[in-house]
């Protein structure tokens, strides 16, 4: 069995962060050949869903970096690797001496996304609460009300460059940590951060998947330093024309841009679609 793993932002999804036309027909026409594919993802599991909701994803998804597999079929975890409230804490602590704001991701046991955080100390940090608070299916509190025994699946932030570095200096002491940064979609001058436990990656997630579902050869699609560990495992991998440097550098070869279809375009060549 051959399994076709995607990332989806700056991959799968064009600039507008969705499925364009030509790649939801070339999904059909993947399921249509037999061909498995999945997703695995920076996002938590509802924002991908709503994104992925209809096209064909049938096989389990990797959301979260790694943190959580989740089987649509059977609407439950598979797998998942949470924070601890003394290691989230710690990042807590960091982003506070960084003059950030911490938005704490968690998910109950009903698998209920929520969303806490202290008060928010810049624009950009209020437009990022905004964006959450558009989704009506992430509830957002303060983190005063986060509960003791929370299930914290990653912790983000949003900031100028240095403040964000500072961050990812901060929290290097911690063994259980890992963090991703890259350039901020919403303003080039900011930086995003994602950190989350580090028995959590995607690569560590698509071996136990491929293990589950009796994969014999993997092929990775990604464009940004969380990729890098499926990379790693992949039989093939390949990255969009827009991706990083040490992305392109470690792919079997660069394909298209996103914005332009770049991974459907290759699939077809790659299966005579």
């Known amino acids: 069995m051959e399994l076709v793993v995607f990332d989806l932002d700056g991959t799968l999804l064009n600039g507008a962060s969705r499925i364009s036309p030509y790649t939801r027909e ?44 989740w089987d649509p079929r059977a609407e439950a975890l598979s797998l998942a690797s949470f924070l601890t409230v003394p290691e989230a804490g710690h990042v807590i602590r960091a982003a506070d001496r960084a003059d950030l704001t911490p938005f704490v991701h968690s998910m109950d046991r009903s698998q209920r996304h929520s969303i806490f955080h202290p008060p928010v100390r810049h624009r950009a940090e209020e437009k990022l609460l905004n964006a959450f608070r558009s989704r009506t299916a992430t509830p957002v509190y303060p983190l005063a009300e986060m509960p003791t ?4 699946t990653n912790i983000n932030m949003l900031g100028e460059p240095a403040a964000v570095d500072q961050v990812r200096r901060d929290i290097r002491d911690e063994a259980h940590l890992v963090a991703y940064t890259g350039m901020a979609m919403e303003n080039s001058e900011l930086k995003w951060i994602d950190i989350h436990h580090s028995d959590a990656s995607k690569g560590n997630a698509v071996t136990a998947l491929s293990e589950i579902l009796g994969v014999t ?18 039989d093939e991998c390949y990255a969009p024309e827009n991706a990083s440097a040490e992305i392109r550098t470690a792919a ?3 394909i ?9 375009r290759f699939l077809r060549q790659r299966f005579g679609l």
């Open 252 to 254: 079997t070869a660069v």
């Open 217 to 234: 050869r993997t092929l990775c699609f990604g464009d940004n330093d969380n990729d890098l560990s499926m990379f790693a495992i992949a």
């Open 149 to 152: 025994n929370a299930r914290i």
């Open 256 to 264: 298209g841009h996103h914005d332009h279809d770049g991974v459907a």
């Open 26 to 69: 070339t999904l059909q026409l993947l399921s249509r050949g037999g061909i498995a594919f999945t997703v695995a993802t920076g996002r938590n599991l509802h924002s991908a869903q709503e994104i992925i909701r209809g096209h064909g994803f049938g096989l389990p998804h990797i959301y979260t970096n790694g943190v959580l597999v």
